[in-house]
């Protein structure tokens, strides 16, 4: 069977992610208290509903408790937001992803029982930050406060050397998870596995490990 999600608050955010649980082939419901936002949705979900998230009787009658995961992507209200989180969680919702304001939104969230709580605008920032800070770095993914993931693109410095040559995991405690050359992408590359420039890495460590690696070879 298909799994069944619905969308609640149609913004950039939730319209975002409707649009690309469609693309998907996921059946999805969209909803919002806006009119124009749900005519607008009406030809991309499965359905599109006017609704009124924040009245308890409305999210029964969607038979919202069926769904197998609600997004909540209620922006500037944060009242209404944590009011449906909060119905979603009474109605047993299995997976109930939501979208925070600000740190102590995300905080009342993760209280009250939001299984997933977002923060796309910080998020980003911080990837973005990376980004700029070093060209090399081409993308970036925050597993805790102190390990990451990131993709760096190999310069002239690693050109032709190899892992062993390089010492990354002994050295810099870094362990190089995989290795994206052209549309081949090798997972788990061998010790002797020899880099060209242009190819990309896929580095899993310590943020300060990371950084340190960075300078002295990308
Ligand atoms: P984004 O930053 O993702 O673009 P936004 O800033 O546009 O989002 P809002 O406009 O505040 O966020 O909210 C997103 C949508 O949520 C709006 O279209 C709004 O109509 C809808 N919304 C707000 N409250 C409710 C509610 N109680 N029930 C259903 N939808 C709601
Ligand atoms: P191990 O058995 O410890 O996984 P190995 O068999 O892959 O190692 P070694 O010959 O021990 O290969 O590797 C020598 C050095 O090469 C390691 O200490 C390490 O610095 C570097 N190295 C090998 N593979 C990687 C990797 N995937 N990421 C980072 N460094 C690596
Ligand atoms: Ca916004």
Known sequence: MKKQFAVIGLGRFGGSICK??????????AIDTNEDKVNEFASIATHAV????????TLKSLGIRNFDHVVVAIGDNIQ??????????????????VKAQNDY??????????????????????RIAHNIVSKNVLDYLELSDEYSIVELEAGQTVNHR??????????????VMAIKRDEEINVSPSADEVLRQGDIIIVIGADKDISRMEKDLF
């Open 20 to 29: 690309s649980l469609s693309e998907q082939g996921m059946e999805v419901l």
């Open 50 to 57: 006017v609704a009124d998230t924040t009245e308890e009787n």
């Open 80 to 97: 209404s937001s944590i009011l449906t989180t909060l119905m979603l969680v009474e109605q047993g919702v299995n997976h109930i992803t």
């Open 105 to 126: 939104h995300e905080k009342v969230l993760s209280k009250i029982g939001a299984h997933k709580v977002v923060h796309p605008e910080r998020d980003m920032g911080v």
């Open 162 to 175: 190899t892992l062993i040559d390089l010492d990354i995991r002994a050295k810099y405690g870094c362990n």
